[in-house]
Nanobody, 115 residues
Framework: QVQLVESGGGSVQPGGSLRLSCEAS????????MGWYRQAPGKQRELVAT???????NYADSVKGRFTISRDNAKNTVYLQMNSLKPEDTAVYYC?????????WGQGTQVTVSS
């Protein structure tokens, strides 16, 4: 059974930083495309960043240059380092694992950016 457990969310002032972690179990982690998505109140869930099995990354334009996705296959964990946070980054952040046709989501972690 696939399980994705996010951690690291919280409240931070604009300009601050947070690092999210997502630990996976029940999958052959190194083979999976891993991603971070977010959903703000009243908005659709959107892609933030992905990292594939080879370590290639992809980012939403809104976070390029501020966020960095990385993975540690030995720890079955994917990270999202978020710097220069803005109020518009406020959302629930979700981890996702994908290896066609399988896909799974974590439960989400709240990130709030406010002064």
């Amino acid at each position: 059974q696939v399980q994705l457990v996010e951690s690291g969310g919280g409240s931070v002032q604009p300009g601050g930083s947070l690092r999210l972690s997502c630990e996976a179990s029940g999958i052959n982690f190194s083979r999976y495309l891993m991603g971070w998505y977010r959903q703000a109140p009243g908005k659709q869930r959107e892609l933030v960043a992905t990292i594939n099995s080879a370590g290639s990354t992809n980012y939403a334009d809104s976070v390029k240059g501020r966020f960095t996705i990385s993975r540690d296959n030995a720890k079955n964990t994917v990270y999202l380092q978020m710097n220069s946070l803005k109020p518009e980054d406020t959302a629930v952040y979700y981890c996702r694992s994908q290896l066609w046709p399988a896909s799974a989501w974590g439960q989400g972690t709240q990130v709030t950016v406010s002064s």
